[in-house]
Each structure stands twice: as C-alpha cells, then as structure tokens.
C-alpha cells in the first residue's frame, strides 16, 4: 500500500469488496472523496480501463446526484469534480455484458452515458433520499448496492470461450501472447476478433494492451513508484516503451502520473 502523503490529502481514494448480491457481476467497489478545501471546481481522470463501471457523484452539499456507465476507455477519461464531493465506481468483470439491456460495450467506449435517461425519477429520488440519510460510506455503499441489483439482469454473464479467454488474459495481466489464443480457436481468428469486440467492445490487442497498463498504474502506487521493477516486471521491452505507452493512455510521462497519485491517500486497496 502507498504510504499517505505528507501533508493532508485534498483527496482521499479506497477500495471494498462489492456485496454478495453484486459479487457476480462487481469486481470491487472505489470510492473518492474530495475535500473541503477545493476552492474551484476541477476534473479528475479515470485511468484506462478495459472494463466498464457504474459512476455515482455525490455531492454533499447540494441535491446534483449524477449517475453514468462508463468504459471500456482506452485513454484518460475526464469527470468534474468539486469540494465536498464522493464520487463512488461500481466496477464490472469485463467478462459481465451489461448493466442494462439496451446499452453496450460499444456505446460505453470512450463515452459515459447518462442513467436518467434510463431509469425513472422516482428510483433516483428515493436513493437521494437513502444517501442523505446514510451516515457512513459503508451504509452509503449498501443503499447504491440496492438501488443497482435489480437491474442487473440475468443475460449480464454469458459462460463461453470467450470469457475463458478473457479470463486468461486478465490472469496473465496482459502478457498472453494473442498468437497461443488464435492456435486454439474453433472459428477463423478474423470471426474471433469481431465476437471479442462485440463482447467487450474492445480488440483482443487492445484489450491486452490495457490490462497490462492497468497493472503497471496500480503496481506503482502498491509500490511507491520503483517505476524500473514494475518496468521490467510487466514486460515491457525498453523504458522508452513503457514510456511511449503512458504518453498514450495518459497524455503524460510516468514522472508526472508520479506527482498526480501521490496527491491522492490511498486506502484499502484490494487485490
């Protein structure tokens, strides 16, 4: 775990386990708090991801409950962020098709799309009304929990080679070679691809690509930043690859990812 900064955080990020009416769906649950002391409204960056998430911003102060699903994103995806604010992500497997019907991987790429549009007025009020009057975070999760599981339909998880696959690629943390996937299929490694897209709304290249960069940003918070040992342990030919590959999902060096993180408590992180 990251040692906590030495001057009082304005943010602080931590990590649970998802309830067990959500586990087959929620890989975990993060939650980022904003402090009092923010003077201006500002974004904060959702880190690639090659999965998608359920997002609830929560302001404290005022009644703006914002709901979206976001991912899978392959670069820096922007959210405002105020004072006094909790922003709470709902993390899916990336093997889990969707939180509602209707609504694909390939409308949540790149893109977050606006739950109101999705779910009627009453439900969202009556959640306003548990999150107000929940006064932990773990209470506040419980409610979003609730409010989330009736929606999780049951088609969400398809059993297949694909999500076999899938599986072995996140194990692998991105380092599966595509070519030892592709000797194996039953069908063309052209139809594959497309049914892989399709999935998760991704290229299985790409989705390799991201897993593996996913890794590396947590390693070097796990591991206050040796940037050379997560380097070589993730399997990166140079260091002018590892850094080719920040510049790319980040729009940055990995220097400045450095300072961003170490801005930001980190607390609870799971495996």
């Not at 380097?231 to 030919?237: P, T």
Request: hydrophobic letters at 35%; charged letters at 25%.
């Amino acid at each position: 775990m990251m040692k906590k900064p030495s001057v009082k955080a304005k943010y602080k990020y931590s990590e649970f386990k998802p309830p067990v009416k959500l586990s087959g769906a929620v890989e975990k649950i993060w939650v980022f708090e904003s402090s009092d002391s923010l003077l201006d409204k500002l974004s904060y960056n959702i880190i690639p991801d090659y999965t998608a998430s359920f997002i609830l911003i929560f302001p404290l102060k005022t009644n703006q409950l914002r709901l979206y699903i976001t991912g899978p994103n392959t670069c820096n995806f922007p959210f405002e962020n105020f004072s006094n604010q909790i922003t709470f992500g709902f993390r899916f497997f990336p093997h889990y098709v969707s939180l509602l019907k209707g609504v694909k991987p390939k409308d949540t790429l790149n893109n977050k799309i606006n739950l109101y549009k999705h779910i009627s007025p009453d439900a969202i009020e009556l959640l306003k009304l548990k999150l107000y009057e929940a006064v932990t975070l773990r209470k506040k999760i419980s409610a979003i929990s609730d409010f989330i599981a009736p929606y999780l339909n049951k088609i969400g998880i398809v059993h297949d080679e694909i999500t076999l696959i899938i599986d072995k690629i996140v194990s692998s943390g991105g380092t599966l070679k595509l070519e030892e996937i592709y000797s194996t299929l039953a069908i063309s490694q052209r139809q594959f691809q497309r049914n892989f897209i399709k999935r998760t709304g991704l290229s299985p290249k790409e989705f390799s690509r991201i897993v593996r960069f996913h890794k590396v940003t947590r390693k070097l918070v796990r591991n206050n930043f040796r940037h050379f040992d997560t380097l070589v342990e993730s399997g990166y030919y140079d260091q002018s690859h590892y850094y080719r590959e920040f510049k790319e999902f980040l729009g940055m060096l990995p220097t400045r990812f450095e300072s961003r993180q170490k801005k930001i408590s980190h607390e609870k992180l799971l495996e």
